[in-house]
C-alpha cells in the first residue's frame, strides 16, 4: 500500500475523519437574523399598514371590533387584511391562505398596472 492512500481524503491534519473542513465552519457560524430587527425594518417602511394594524389590535382588544370567519370559505381562524391602509377599521377578514392569496393578486395588479 503506498502512503498516499493512508492520508485523509478530505484534507484534514489530524482531525476526526468527517469533522467539516475550516471552511465549512463559516455556515456553522453565522447566526439566523433578528426578527426584531426585521419586524423595525418592517415598520419603518411601512407606516400606514403598522398604524392599521396597531388600530384593528386595539379595537379587537377594545371590543370595537368583532372577528369574523373568512369572507370565502368560513374558516374561524381570520387575519383582518386591509383593502385600503388609510381606513384601518374597514377590514376584510381572511384565513390565512385566503390574506396570502389577496396579497399575491394584489402584487400582480399592480405589476400589470405600474
Same mark, same amino acid.
Given at each position: 500500500?503506498?502512503?498516499?492512500?493512508?492520508?485523509? /481524503?478530505?484534507?484534514?491534519?489530524?482531525?476526526?475523519?468527517? +469533522?467539516?473542513?475550516? +471552511? !465549512? !465552519?463559516?455556515?456553522?457560524?453565522? +447566526?439566523?437574523? !433578528?426578527? *426584531?430587527?426585521?419586524?423595525? &425594518?418592517?415598520? %419603518?417602511?411601512?407606516?400606514?399598514?403598522? #398604524?392599521? =394594524?396597531?388600530?384593528?389590535?386595539?379595537?379587537? &382588544?377594545?371590543? #370595537?371590533?368583532?372577528?369574523?370567519?373568512?369572507?370565502?370559505?368560513?374558516?374561524?381562524?381570520?387575519?383582518?387584511? =386591509? /383593502? !385600503?391602509? +388609510? *381606513? /384601518?377599521?374597514?377590514?376584510?377578514?381572511?384565513?390565512?391562505?385566503? =390574506?396570502?392569496?389577496? =396579497?399575491? %393578486?394584489?402584487?400582480?395588479?399592480?405589476? %400589470?398596472?405600474?
Amino acid at each position: 500500500m503506498r502512503s498516499s492512500e493512508n492520508e485523509n /481524503p478530505a484534507g484534514a491534519s489530524g482531525g476526526v475523519t468527517g +469533522s467539516p473542513r475550516p +471552511s !465549512d !465552519d463559516a455556515k456553522f457560524t453565522r +447566526s439566523a437574523p !433578528d426578527p *426584531q430587527a426585521r419586524q423595525k &425594518r418592517w415598520r %419603518e417602511r411601512n407606516p400606514a399598514a403598522y #398604524v392599521a =394594524h396597531l388600530t384593528v389590535h386595539n379595537a379587537l &382588544r377594545l371590543g #370595537v371590533l368583532e372577528r369574523r370567519h373568512c369572507t370565502v370559505c368560513g374558516e374561524t381562524r381570520t387575519d383582518a387584511h =386591509h /383593502p !385600503d391602509y +388609510s *381606513q /384601518p377599521l374597514h377590514v376584510v377578514w381572511l384565513c390565512r391562505p385566503h =390574506h396570502l392569496a389577496a =396579497h399575491r %393578486e394584489a402584487a400582480r395588479k399592480g405589476r %400589470e398596472n405600474g
